[in-house]
């Protein structure tokens, strides 16, 4: 059997807020730690059927970045649930969020 790794390094300021991300997985093109902004982990408890969710992001990330983000989340979760389920009405729901959020975004910048 095949094994993958994915890890995420941390460094706080003393406020415990994140200055640096810091990920590297097995299975990336790239050996190496390589920096990233922003993070969005969920996990599924099948004992009590809800969800764990960690983000975290640097302090030094931009709002506009953040925003686009979470829209391109909303987007790829569109792809995930039409992948996973097959159920095209909520796949067309979610991704007629981010286009719809993306739009607004267009409109304020």
Do not use: H
Not at 14 to 33: H, M, R, S
């Amino acid at each position: 059997m095949k094994k993958s790794s994915i890890n995420f390094n941390i460094n706080l300021d003393e406020d415990n807020v994140p200055e640096e991300i810091l990920w590297e997985a097995t299975d990336k093109d790239t050996p190496g730690l390589e920096p990233t902004k922003s993070i969005s982990l969920s996990l599924w408890d099948p004992v009590q059927k809800n969800t764990m969710r960690i983000d975290l992001w640097t302090k030094d990330m931009p709002i506009d970045d953040m925003k686009k983000f979470y829209i391109d989340c909303l987007g790829g979760f569109s792809q995930s649930i039409l992948n996973s389920t097959g159920d095209e009405f909520m796949a067309s729901e979610t991704n007629a969020l981010a286009e719809k959020l993306a739009e607004y975004l267009k409109k304020q910048s």
